[in-house]
């Protein structure tokens, strides 16, 4: 069949386009047009090409979801080798890399590029006169896998090149992975599917690209990031590594927005503590991050060793995921009940520390993961998360494993466990009764963000639990020197030191004393809300739920665990006790938001070391008053509060013109 040359025309241009908006909304991420204006685009290059297949190219957008299946992979020799970097794991063989380096250069100071090491699955793009040819898994370094079809299915990867200096000839190097949002998706649906979940994004990515069929890759989304050159034909290539990146970044490669040029081992130190802290908050997951001498001669200068360049290291972060065994499952018990499966572990290095405990939320749960005691498991902790079990090794698992069976009874105080319909927890109906319930709740009243008792640590409280010293919260403020002297490490100076804390505790706010009463589903926002709204414990305390579901952000289930709290006479009896031992607050006559203060409504950024107050102090005073507290400086900031060392917030109170007040004029603002 003959095409028409306008039929041709508007084929071409359609790929054009679609590959256009593919490159704003994978790449750059700022798309021009919305999805169904796409989606009909797409829709109508189909139609033409089913019209005229011979129009039909591998490079075309309709191609990306993928072909009829593969019977296995065919091998793709590395022109040049795909090497894997040297691993640094703390600052003395970084510093060792850099002295290297610079004996090696006989200079004093290097300038490095510097990236995020991505913790995905490394490929080779090949292109031909613009066009993407061949695209091969790094394999073992010499040789990889051909998994040309399934890269097609990747938006983020170009199949024609664009730019105003398309080599004829150009290898490039990147990395595939799923992005941790794509991955919490996939997850989802498996499980819908009643299909094996993925333990991490890096596992999902790795099965997702090696699939014989690429429409299965096609159906999971999987992204790409570019970070170096193999071949080109061009003569003038860049001649530093972050000129390279630019080059590849014009020809429409996506590649990483957190690369950087520093100076010198400080400058590799500087971003390695900038990149660990960002690590949660990255839309990718990585394992590190890499340095490279920036200068391409001082590269070929240092050359290689054995499989790793001597110009380029990577910076391992602690890792973030390990594998080790279920010794037992145990029960915790909570303050309000809930029991909690905890995996007792053979002891494993993980994220910076020594985990031999991991949390398995509830009994659901552990069904959907599988777990038993046996069982070869990987454990992840990142930053301060408390470690969790992430799935398990199937193919490790004994013959002997022993499921878990949720106990019928409290094992602290052999009360009855249910559980409550429309819920995953099951509780102990124990309630004070439960001396874990008892230590957990007094834990938590006596807290730096509650009562703030300093002094009562969870040994001390321990040991007043079981000695039937405190039976209430009230009992706290019966404690006397003598009586604390008689417990385990509690000298005199201790003791007296814990109850001139107690009575400094009596001097609160209304929201901190909520949150210290421990109340189901109430943190600490949640009760400051309430105490806004309410003003009055008293008003809190006769609340109906419909009331309660008034107060900005409370909802129904909130509001009821509130009206049963106050429900029940011996809560009452013990905040009447408290009170009566002489725990006070400032209480307003009117609702915040009925209230005309100067305070009220009003956005407060605090900066610097007050003199005489703690930020807590202030931000609790603000916050009874109906006014908000900010992290940052914008045009919505009523005032800046300053102390000593302001630093970049002061400067830009002045840039936009808002109040600025020192600890006199804040506290003269709230005696107003």
Same mark, same amino acid.
């Given at each position: 069949?003959?095409?028409?040359?306008?039929?041709?025309?508007?084929?071409?241009?359609?790929?054009?386009?679609?590959?256009?908006?593919n490159?704003?909304?994978?790449?750059?991420?700022?798309?021009?047009? *919305? $999805?169904?204006?796409?989606?009909?685009?797409?829709r109508?290059?189909?139609?033409?090409?089913?019209q005229?297949?011979q129009?039909?190219?591998?490079?075309?957008?309709?191609?990306?979801?993928?072909?009829?299946?593969q019977?296995?992979?065919s091998?793709?020799?590395?022109?040049?080798?795909m090497?894997?970097?040297?691993?640094?794991?703390?600052?003395g063989?970084?510093?060792a890399?850099?002295?290297?380096?610079?004996?090696?250069?006989?200079?004093?100071?290097?300038?490095?590029?510097?990236?995020?090491?991505?913790?995905?699955l490394?490929?080779?793009? @090949?292109?031909?006169?613009?066009?993407?040819?061949?695209?091969?898994?790094?394999?073992?370094?010499?040789?990889?896998?051909?998994?040309?079809?399934? !890269?097609?299915?990747?938006n983020?990867?170009?199949l024609q090149?664009?730019?105003s200096? /398309?080599?004829?000839?150009?290898?490039?190097?990147?990395?595939?992975?799923?992005?941790?949002?794509?991955f919490?998706?996939?997850?989802?649906?498996?499980?819908e599917?009643?299909?094996k979940?993925?333990?991490?994004?890096?596992?999902?990515?790795?099965?997702?690209?090696?699939?014989?069929?690429? @429409?299965?890759?096609?159906?999971?989304?999987?992204?790409?990031?570019?970070?170096?050159?193999a071949?080109?034909s061009?003569?003038?290539?860049?001649?530093?590594?972050?000129?390279?990146?630019?080059?590849?970044?014009?020809?429409?490669?996506?590649?990483?927005?957190?690369?950087?040029?520093?100076?010198?081992?400080?400058?590799?130190?500087?971003?390695?503590?900038?990149?660990?802290?960002?690590?949660?908050i990255?839309?990718?997951?990585?394992?590190?991050v890499?340095y490279?001498?920036?200068?391409?001669q001082?590269?070929?200068?240092?050359?290689?060793?054995?499989?790793?360049? @001597?110009?380029?290291i990577?910076?391992?972060?602690?890792? =973030?995921?390990?594998?080790?065994m279920?010794?037992?499952?145990?029960?915790? /018990?909570? #303050?309000?009940?809930?029991?909690?499966?905890?995996? #007792?572990?053979?002891?494993?290095?993980v994220?910076?520390?020594?985990?031999?405990?991991?949390?398995?939320h509830?009994?659901?749960?552990i069904?959907?993961?599988d777990?038993?005691?046996?069982?070869s498991?990987?454990?992840?902790?990142?930053?301060?998360?408390? *470690?969790?079990?992430?799935?398990?090794? @199937?193919?490790?698992?004994?013959?002997? &494993?022993?499921?878990?069976?949720?106990?019928?009874?409290?094992?602290?105080?052999?009360?009855?466990?249910?559980?409550?319909?429309?819920?995953?927890?099951?509780r102990?109906?124990?309630?004070l009764?439960?001396?874990?319930?008892?230590?957990?709740?007094?834990?938590?009243?006596?807290?730096?963000?509650?009562?703030?008792?300093?002094? !009562?640590?969870?040994?001390?409280?321990?040991?007043?639990v $079981?000695?039937?010293?405190?039976?209430?919260?009230?009992?706290?403020?019966? !404690? &006397?020197?003598?009586?604390?002297?008689?417990?385990?490490r509690?000298a005199?100076?201790?003791?007296?030191?814990?109850?001139?804390?107690?009575d400094?505790?009596?001097?609160?706010?209304?929201?901190?004393?909520?949150?210290?009463?421990?109340?189901?589903?109430?943190?600490?926002?949640?009760?400051?809300?309430?105490?806004?709204?309410?003003?009055?414990?008293?008003?809190?305390?006769?609340?109906?739920?419909?009331?309660?579901?008034?107060? *900005?952000?409370?909802?129904?289930i909130v509001?009821?665990?509130?009206?049963?709290?106050?429900m029940?006479?011996?809560?009452?009896? /013990?905040?009447d006790?408290i009170?009566?031992?002489?725990?006070?607050?400032?209480?307003?006559?009117?609702?915040?938001?009925?209230?005309?203060?100067?305070?009220?409504?009003?956005?407060f950024?605090?900066?610097?070391?007050?003199?005489?107050?703690?930020?807590? =102090?202030?931000?609790?005073?603000i916050?009874?008053?109906?006014g908000?507290?900010?992290?940052?400086?914008s045009?919505?900031t009523?005032?800046?509060?300053?102390?000593?060392?302001?630093?970049?917030?002061l400067?830009?109170?002045k840039?936009?013109?808002?109040?600025?007040l020192?600890?006199d004029?804040?506290?003269?603002?709230?005696?107003?």
């Amino acid at each position: 069949m003959e095409t028409f040359p306008d039929i041709s025309a508007r084929v071409e241009e359609l790929r054009r386009t679609l590959a256009q908006h593919n490159y704003l909304y994978y790449v750059k991420d700022a798309p021009v047009i *919305p $999805d169904s204006e796409y989606d009909r685009l797409f829709r109508e290059l189909q139609e033409l090409e089913q019209q005229f297949p011979q129009l039909i190219t591998p490079n075309s957008p309709t191609c990306r979801v993928g072909g009829a299946p593969q019977s296995e992979f065919s091998q793709v020799v590395h022109n040049l080798p795909m090497l894997s970097l040297n691993n640094a794991l703390d600052a003395g063989e970084v510093s060792a890399f850099d002295t290297r380096v610079r004996e090696m250069l006989r200079v004093d100071f290097v300038e490095y590029e510097v990236e995020p090491k991505y913790d995905g699955l490394a490929v080779s793009l @090949r292109y031909e006169s613009g066009q993407f040819m061949q695209g091969a898994t790094r394999g073992d370094g010499f040789k990889g896998e051909n998994v040309t079809n399934n !890269l097609r299915t990747i938006n983020s990867i170009p199949l024609q090149l664009k730019g105003s200096m /398309v080599p004829n000839l150009v290898e490039v190097r990147g990395e595939v992975l799923m992005l941790k949002a794509d991955f919490e998706k996939l997850n989802r649906v498996q499980l819908e599917l009643g299909n094996k979940q993925f333990v991490n994004p890096r596992n999902a990515a790795a099965g997702s690209l090696r699939q014989l069929d690429a @429409r299965i890759t096609a159906s999971r989304k999987l992204s790409f990031f570019c970070y170096g050159i193999a071949e080109c034909s061009t003569e003038n290539l860049p001649q530093t590594q972050s000129g390279t990146l630019e080059m590849l970044e014009h020809l429409q490669f996506p590649v990483s927005k957190e690369r950087e040029i520093v100076h010198g081992v400080s400058g590799l130190f500087s971003y390695y503590k900038k990149l660990l802290e960002k690590r949660e908050i990255l839309p990718y997951q990585i394992d590190g991050v890499v340095y490279k001498v920036n200068s391409i001669q001082s590269q070929e200068k240092l050359g290689f060793v054995a499989r790793a360049p @001597r110009f380029a290291i990577a910076h391992k972060f602690p890792a =973030e995921e390990a594998m080790t065994m279920v010794q037992n499952i145990d029960v915790q /018990v909570g #303050r309000t009940g809930t029991l909690t499966p905890v995996a #007792r572990l053979v002891p494993v290095f993980v994220g910076g520390v020594t985990v031999s405990s991991a949390t398995l939320h509830n009994e659901d749960e552990i069904r959907r993961k599988d777990v038993r005691i046996g069982d070869s498991v990987i454990v992840r902790r990142a930053g301060d998360v408390i *470690p969790e079990i992430v799935g398990v090794v @199937r193919e490790l698992r004994p013959a002997h &494993t022993v499921e878990f069976l949720m106990p019928e009874k409290c094992p602290v105080c052999n009360s009855l466990i249910k559980r409550v319909t429309g819920e995953a927890a099951s509780r102990c109906l124990g309630g004070l009764f439960c001396a874990a319930q008892r230590k957990q709740a007094l834990c938590h009243f006596v807290s730096r963000n509650a009562m703030d008792i300093d002094g !009562l640590g969870e040994k001390i409280v321990e040991q007043l639990v $079981d000695g039937n010293i405190v039976k209430t919260l009230a009992d706290v403020y019966q !404690l &006397t020197i003598p009586m604390l002297e008689k417990l385990d490490r509690m000298a005199y100076k201790s003791a007296a030191n814990v109850v001139e804390a107690i009575d400094n505790s009596k001097n609160t706010t209304l929201a901190r004393f909520i949150y210290a009463l421990g109340i189901r589903n109430v943190g600490e926002s949640t009760a400051k809300e309430l105490a806004k709204y309410f003003g009055k414990l008293e008003r809190l305390m006769n609340a109906d739920e419909e009331t309660l579901r008034r107060v *900005p952000d409370i909802g129904p289930i909130v509001a009821q665990s509130v009206v049963q709290f106050f429900m029940e006479s011996h809560n009452r009896d /013990v905040i009447d006790r408290i009170r009566r031992a002489g725990v006070a607050w400032p209480e307003n006559e009117l609702r915040p938001q009925d209230d005309k203060t100067t305070i009220n409504g009003k956005v407060f950024v605090l900066t610097g070391t007050l003199p005489n107050i703690t930020r807590d =102090e202030a931000r609790a005073r603000i916050e009874a008053l109906g006014g908000k507290v900010s992290s940052s400086v914008s045009k919505k900031t009523s005032y800046v509060i300053i102390g000593t060392d302001p630093g970049s917030k002061l400067v830009k109170a002045k840039e936009l013109g808002i109040a600025i007040l020192n600890e006199d004029g804040f506290l003269d603002l709230l005696q107003q």
